[in-house]
C-alpha cells in the first residue's frame, strides 16, 4: 500500500468541509446528544435477501441490499415514535411533529459527506426504499442532485459499517432531533432458542444499530423504545411477502 500523496503537505478547506465542520459544532452545541446501541440479529434478512436478490436486481435495476430494510423498519418506529421525527424551537418553546417522514440517507463522496432526502419514505416499500438510496446515493457521488433534495430532512441513516465500522455515536443532522448509525455486518456465534433443543449456539449474522438522540425532547426510555421496536422489526425478517418468498 501506497503512502497518502498528502503526506508532508498542507491544503485549504473546501466550501463543503467547512459547511460540514461549522454544521457539526453548531449540532453539538445546540442539541443534549446521548447515544444507545443495540445489537440486532439480520439472519432472517440475509436468507431473504439471499433468495430475492438476483430476482430483484433483474426486475428493478437497484440492488437490494440491508439498508432498504433498515430505512423501512426505522419509518414504521417514527410513525409511531412520533417525537423521534420531531423538531424543538427552544426560544418558542415548541415541539413541531411532521405528518410524514423524509427520511436522509448520509452518502460519503469525494467531496465529503452529503445527506440527500427521500421524501415521504413512510409511503414507500422496501422495494420503493431500495430504488430510491440507489438514485439518490449514484446521483449524489455524481453531483447531481438538487438543493431540494439536500434539505428538509425530518430523520437520517448513516451507514458507518460500510466502511466495516462496528459502532459509532452519530452527530444529529439540525434541526432533526435524532440519526441512526449502522454498523457492519458480521458473523458471531450468538445463543439463540431452538424449538427442540432448548438454547443453543448458533452463527448468525449481527449488526449493531446506534441511535444517537436530542435528550431534550427525547427521553431515554423512549429512545430505547424505538430501538427496540426497529430490532424486533428485522429479527421477525416478515418481508417476504412483498418478494413472493
Same mark, same amino acid.
Given at each position: 500500500?501506497?503512502?497518502?500523496?498528502?503526506? @508532508?503537505?498542507?491544503?485549504?478547506?473546501?466550501?463543503?468541509?467547512?459547511?460540514?465542520? $461549522?454544521?457539526?459544532?453548531?449540532?453539538?452545541?445546540?442539541?443534549?446528544?446521548?447515544?444507545?446501541?443495540?445489537?440486532?440479529?439480520?439472519?432472517?434478512?440475509?436468507?431473504?435477501?439471499?433468495?430475492?436478490?438476483?430476482?430483484?436486481?433483474?426486475?428493478?435495476?437497484?440492488?437490494?441490499?440491508?439498508?432498504?430494510?433498515?430505512?423501512?423498519?426505522?419509518?414504521?418506529?417514527?410513525?409511531?415514535?412520533?417525537?423521534?421525527?420531531? $423538531?424543538?424551537?427552544?426560544?418558542?418553546?415548541?415541539?413541531?411533529?411532521?405528518?410524514?417522514?423524509?427520511?436522509?440517507?448520509?452518502?460519503?463522496?469525494?467531496? @465529503?459527506?452529503?445527506?440527500?432526502?427521500?421524501?415521504?419514505?413512510?409511503?414507500?416499500?422496501?422495494?420503493?426504499?431500495?430504488?430510491?438510496?440507489?438514485?439518490?446515493?449514484?446521483?449524489?457521488?455524481?453531483?447531481?442532485?438538487?438543493?431540494?433534495?439536500?434539505?428538509?430532512?425530518?430523520?437520517?441513516?448513516?451507514?458507518? @459499517?460500510?466502511?466495516?465500522?462496528?459502532?459509532?455515536?452519530?452527530?444529529?443532522?439540525?434541526?432533526?432531533?435524532?440519526?441512526?448509525?449502522?454498523?457492519?455486518?458480521?458473523?458471531?456465534?450468538?445463543?439463540?432458542?431452538?424449538?427442540?433443543?432448548?438454547?443453543?449456539?448458533?452463527?448468525?449474522?449481527?449488526?449493531?444499530?446506534?441511535?444517537?438522540?436530542?435528550?431534550?425532547?427525547?427521553?431515554?426510555?423512549?429512545?430505547?423504545?424505538?430501538?427496540?421496536?426497529?430490532?424486533?422489526?428485522?429479527?421477525? @425478517?416478515?418481508?417476504?411477502?412483498?418478494?413472493?418468498?
Amino acid at each position: 500500500m501506497q503512502p497518502s500523496e498528502k503526506r @508532508g503537505t498542507t491544503e485549504k478547506l473546501t466550501r463543503l468541509r467547512k459547511v460540514i465542520a $461549522q454544521r457539526m459544532n453548531a449540532s453539538l452545541e445546540t442539541a443534549a446528544q446521548l447515544t444507545a446501541t443495540v445489537e440486532v440479529d439480520l439472519t432472517n434478512i440475509s436468507k431473504l435477501r439471499a433468495k430475492a436478490k438476483d430476482a430483484f436486481k433483474a426486475r428493478e435495476g437497484a440492488s437490494l441490499s440491508y439498508l432498504p430494510f433498515i430505512a423501512l423498519a426505522a419509518v414504521e418506529g417514527l410513525k409511531q415514535f412520533a417525537v423521534v421525527n420531531a $423538531q424543538v424551537d427552544a426560544e418558542a418553546g415548541t415541539i413541531t411533529y411532521p405528518a410524514a417522514e423524509h427520511v436522509g440517507i448520509a452518502v460519503d463522496t469525494e467531496r @465529503g459527506l452529503l445527506v440527500p432526502v427521500i421524501k415521504d419514505a413512510g409511503d414507500l416499500n422496501v422495494t420503493g426504499l431500495a430504488k430510491k438510496i440507489g438514485d439518490l446515493a449514484a446521483r449524489t457521488r455524481a453531483n447531481k442532485v438538487t438543493p431540494d433534495e439536500l434539505s428538509g430532512g425530518t430523520f437520517t441513516i448513516t451507514n458507518y @459499517g460500510s466502511a466495516g465500522t462496528l459502532f459509532d455515536t452519530p452527530i444529529i443532522n439540525q434541526p432533526e432531533s435524532a440519526i441512526m448509525g449502522t454498523g457492519a455486518l458480521v458473523k458471531r456465534p450468538m445463543v439463540i432458542r431452538d424449538a427442540e433443543l432448548g438454547e443453543v449456539i448458533a452463527v448468525r449474522d449481527m449488526m449493531y444499530l446506534s441511535l444517537t438522540y436530542d435528550h431534550r425532547i427525547i427521553d431515554g426510555a423512549v429512545a430505547a423504545r424505538f430501538l427496540s421496536f426497529v430490532k424486533a422489526r428485522l429479527e421477525e @425478517g416478515d418481508f417476504g411477502a412483498e418478494f413472493g418468498v
